[in-house]
């Protein structure tokens, strides 16, 4: 069971788990009539995975954009490390450490997929417009340190054999991953998945869960995620928030999710796809 | 069987991000650079320079310019022809005001002046997009060159509202002035070609390059990746206008000697580079290089070969022109969007396979 201490536990499969990394108070997110979010609180501890869950239309992708900085909800507080976070731009946001895929995938169509994945590591490259209109030196020893962070992603999300493809010419499932490595390419201390796996037949969704899984394992990356398949979500999260019409209606390990019967009605009684 | 890419593996990242990963091209780029420095010099006439070479080193520079902003970064722009003479008359106000200013710096100093004046020209990129974007860049060029026609300052109070270029040297060579031979004026326009290309190269093959690429492909993506979407902009307007405006000023300076700005640095000017980078192929250095030659060379060849050889009216090959670039560019925008470079890279796709196509 969870124990709720401020310095943390370690998970049965043997797991570090923290302390809070963020926390939202209190969010309110409304567009113009429209509560895409209502009131709701919780906390993202450090290396857990955590889930929302949700019937369509629930908030759950308004939340990651709030977290992001694309919607700045009119009312609560976003906590980050301890700190209360000002209104940020998304690229302020991206530069705290919080990386993110997109549940329509946003990948940039005319590059390759190594060029993808590089402008990941945009947060960790210094040099500045002359030293890299000269290129030899600091620039050149720059991209190839990065270049290696890229290769090393490449070979652990297994697409070595796509490098040099353009990523417009890739099928969905591969597209996904490719949009997993240039968020992992940002070495990122919180990493934000919506719907990581929507559309994906059975062998690439465990593929996918096991990529999830070793981020997390292997690199200690907290990870939000958002996801539809019950099953998924059962296997690879410490802690699930329930969402349903923009309020909170469930939170807590999955077991106890499982059982929660305002959970159960939600799902039973909203048509879902 | 010469042209192979099997067998010549790459073992380090350094030499995986070469601009010609392929021995084969590496060696034709060596040998081209080479009798352009070396030959072309002292076997090339008047004729061939002045119609033919010095207008496509200059051209090339411009569309390797508008190519970074509109080509890598996704911004559209129809100032062209103004951001030119921006450089044109910074150039002519440098060299009256500080005739013991080396021409080199004359020129460098001039694409500054203009990568300012586009950075302030780029200001709305962030709030207008695509056509909008057009239109506002349209005004830029008729401003600009309602500015110079309007503001003697500009053209130091001349009578005849021309300027024109004082003669200045590199080296005891002449390069600027009436007097100037056709391949001093070659020599200098391509050794700046070739220090402009270099850098344009080592921008978009990295990290600017990429911020660049993200922008134009999906700007709500480039944000989350960390990417300030002005900042992004604004650098890509300021080194796209610094292209143009060293093409500006080497095009008065250099080529022509003498400008008068409505003619020289007219709209007609901001759609010839935008055609000559549609042509070539948007978002590739190369297509830069190719949609300049063919511009430049095909109103030659119709006139060489219509008027000189067949005897057709002057006119009527002029209309031919226009017509064959119409037509070309609705083929190119519908078509092959990548323009002739892509059609290069398919081409040696093929040669690289040939002649097994599996
Ligand atoms: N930019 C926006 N403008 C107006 N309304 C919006 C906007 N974004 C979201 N909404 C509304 O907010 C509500 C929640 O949408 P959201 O996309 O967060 O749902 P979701 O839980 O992610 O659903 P799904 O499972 O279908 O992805 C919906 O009613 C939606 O129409
Ligand atoms: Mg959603």
Redesign the interface.
């Known amino acids: 069971m969870l124990d709720e201490t401020e310095e943390g536990h370690v998970t049965e499969d043997g797991r570090q788990i923290g302390g809070v990394l963020m926390e939202m108070r209190n969010i309110t997110l409304r567009f113009g009539g429209v509560v895409a979010i209502k009131d709701i609180s919780f906390d993202i501890r450090k290396g857990e995975i955590r889930a929302i869950i949700g019937p369509n239309g629930a908030g759950k992708s308004s939340m990651l954009n709030v977290i992001s900085g694309f919607y700045h909800p009119q009312e609560g507080e976003i906590w980050f490390k301890g700190a209360r976070r000002k209104p940020m731009k998304p690229y302020q946001v991206a530069r705290q450490g919080i990386a993110r895929t997109f549940q329509n995938i946003a990948l940039f169509e005319g590059m390759s997929v190594i060029d993808n994945i590089m402008t990941g590591r945009l947060t960790h490259m210094r040099s500045g417009l002359f030293s890299q209109a000269l290129w030899w030196g600091p620039a050149e020893r720059e991209e190839l340190e990065n270049r290696e962070v890229v290769e090393r992603i490449i070979d652990f999300l297994e697409i070595q054999h796509i490098r040099k493809t353009p990523v417009a010419r890739l099928p969905y499932g591969l597209k996904k991953r490719v949009e997993l490595a240039r968020a992992l390419a940002a070495e990122p201390e919180l990493l934000l998945l919506d719907e990581p796996m929507a559309g994906m037949n059975v062998e690439e969704k465990e593929d996918m869960s096991r990529f999830i899984l070793d981020v997390n394992d292997e690199f200690g990356t907290t990870i939000a995620l958002i996801e539809h398949d019950m099953g998924v979500v059962m296997d690879l999260s410490d802690r699930v928030v329930v969402m349903d019409y923009g309020r909170k209606i469930g939170d807590g390990p999955p077991e106890e999710i499982r059982n929660n019967q305002d959970v159960i009605d939600a799902y039973l009684g909203v048509a879902h796809d | 069987m010469i042209y192979r890419e099997a067998g010549d593996f790459k073992t380090t ?2 030499d995986d ?1 070469q601009t010609f990963p392929i021995r084969f091209d590496r060696r034709a780029y060596y040998a081209l650079v080479a009798v352009a420095f070396l030959v072309l010099p002292f076997v090339m006439n008047d004729y061939w320079a002045s119609a033919v070479f010095v207008p496509f080193l200059i051209y090339s520079i411009a569309a390797i310019g508008l190519n970074i902003l509109t080509g890598y970064c996704g911004q559209v722009s129809l100032g062209t022809g103004g951001f030119m003479a921006v450089g044109a008359y910074a150039a002519y106000k440098l060299m009256t005001a500080f005739p013991e200013l080396n021409i080199f710096f004359v020129v460098l100093l001039s694409g500054g002046v203009t990568a300012g004046v586009g950075v302030l020209f780029g200001l709305p990129s962030l709030r207008i997009k695509g056509f909008y974007l057009a239109v506002a860049t349209l005004a830029a060029q008729f401003f600009l060159v309602w500015l110079f026609n309007k503001v003697p300052w500009f053209y130091n109070y001349s009578a005849s509202g021309q300027i024109n270029a004082p003669e200045r040297t590199i080296f005891g060579i002449i390069v600027t002035g009436p007097s100037t031979p056709a391949w001093s004026k070659y020599l200098f326009c391509l050794t700046i070609l070739f220090i402009l290309s270099w ?1 344009a190269r ?2 978009t093959r ?3 390059g ?2 660049w ?2 922008i ?3 700007d ?10 002005l900042k992004a902009k604004l ?1 890509a307007f300021a ?1 796209s206008s610094f292209f143009v405006g060293v093409a500006g000023a080497l095009f008065f300076a250099v080529y022509l000697g003498a400008v008068e700005v409505t003619e020289a640095f007219g709209i007609q000017k901001s759609f010839l580079v935008l055609f000559m980078i549609i042509i070539g192929g948007l ?1 590739s250095m190369f297509g830069s290089f190719a949609g300049a030659a063919f511009l430049v060379l095909l109103p030659v060849f119709l006139k060489n070969a219509l008027v000189g050889g067949l005897g057709w009216p002057t006119d009527l090959a002029a209309h031919l022109e226009l017509m064959i670039v119409g037509a070309l560019i609705i083929v190119f925008l519908i078509a092959e969007p990548h323009g002739i470079a892509a059609l290069w890279r398919t081409a040696k796709e093929k040669l690289r396979l040939w002649p097994f196509p599996h």
């Open positions: 990242y350094r991000s850098v080592n921008l990295g990290e600017v990429r911020t690429m993200a134009r492909d999906m709500i993506a480039a944000e989350i990746i960390g990417v300030n979407p650098t080194v978002g």
